[in-house]
């Protein structure tokens, strides 16, 4: 079993930037997708970024540019680095773990994410 813990999110004006972190229980990023998903009110979660053991990335065209995902095998943790955000990035934002033979697929609780001014 993997617990995935995310951390900051919050309220930020158009332009800002926000930290999402992500505390795994253990050691696993050599055998798992790590990934940022978001769901907006009203509409269906979609894939934000990932990043695979080999630490190769995966960016939407709709964050490329703006949004960074990264990690540190150390501290078992993933982030997600969001700047230039924008009001229609508001959203839960909820970190994934899926193992390399899709056997096993875990989420966090999810982190408010509000761009507003």
């Known amino acids: 079993q993997v617990q995935l813990v995310e951390s900051g999110g919050g309220l930020v004006q158009p332009g800002g930037s926000l930290r999402l972190s992500c505390a795994a229980s253990g050691s696993i990023f050599n055998i798992y997708v790590m990934g940022w998903y978001r769901q907006a009110p009203g509409k269906q979660r979609e894939l934000v970024a990932t990043i695979n053991p080999g630490g190769s990335t995966n960016h939407v065209d709709s964050v490329k540019g703006r949004f960074t995902i990264s990690r540190d095998n150390a501290k078992n943790t993933v982030y997600l680095q969001m700047n230039s955000l924008k009001p229609e990035d508001t959203a839960v934002y909820y970190c994934?773990?899926?193992?390399?033979?899709?056997?096993?697929?875990?989420w966090g609780q999810g982190t408010q994410v509000t761009v507003s001014s």
């Open positions: 994934n773990a899926r193992r390399v033979d899709h056997l096993f697929d875990y």
